[in-house]
């Protein structure tokens, strides 16, 4: 047994060392980075006026307030907990990196990006009605397309927009921080017409034998009639 309790204490060790070393500090950036494929409860808070306290999935660590320039929170792909309290001011950049996450950016300058599931969801080739979905967090969003503000309709994390063309779409939070970037492109119409032949008229109909006769200006190529949308030979 004096075995086993060794190994169950060497494991706990080296899982507290694993834990701890997604908190680095290097150039003055305090990350906490978290586990890729889970939730994860990631923040920092003040203790007294010269400690910041990393909090890591339960895991803490301590860093003088002096030796930190900025702070950067990295989630993981489910919903993270990722979380500055007001007191601290430092400049901070959060990451979501996809999930339904909680954030809180503290009172410094901050760059929550919570919005970076932005997709294309649907798009109405008759009509040029592009759906843009992403995961609202709370605030408020505004739409940029090319670099400009537009105004849109916005639902439950659904964009409603007419779109032609090629243009890159963000969301931009209430902070000015943007999200990812989607570039679409309006697909090649399925069917187009020929200029050469959009002079197609009656030219003439004898009652008598209902010949119809009808006239167009031929260009390089074969034609091919088409009645009720079906091609006839004629």
Known sequence: MGNGNRNANVFETLEGRRLLSSVSLSGGVLKI???SSSGNDLGVWLRGSSTLVACHNGQTKNYSTDSVNRIELVGGSKADNLWITDEITKPSIIHGNG????ISGG???????????LVVHSYNQSNNHLVLRYTPDSGRYTLIKNG???????????VNITHSGTATYRMRDSKGVLSNSVTFS???PTSSNSSAVNDLAVHSYNQSNNH???RYT???GRYTLIKN??????
């Not at 999930?99 to 909680?102: A, K, M």
């Not at 400009?148 to 994390?157: E, I, M």
Request: proline share 5%; aromatic share 0%.
């Open 212 to 214: 119809l006769v009808l």
């Open 107 to 117: 009172s410094g300058d901050s760059a929550s990006n919570g919005v970076d599931d």
């Open 148 to 158: 400009n503000a537009v105004n849109v309709s916005d639902s439950n994390g659904d």
């Open 218 to 220: 031929p260009d390089s």
């Open 186 to 188: 309006e697909p090649a």
């Open 99 to 102: 999930g339904n996450d909680t």
């Open 33 to 35: 980075t978290g586990d």
């Open 229 to 234: 949308g079906n091609a006839v030979n004629v």
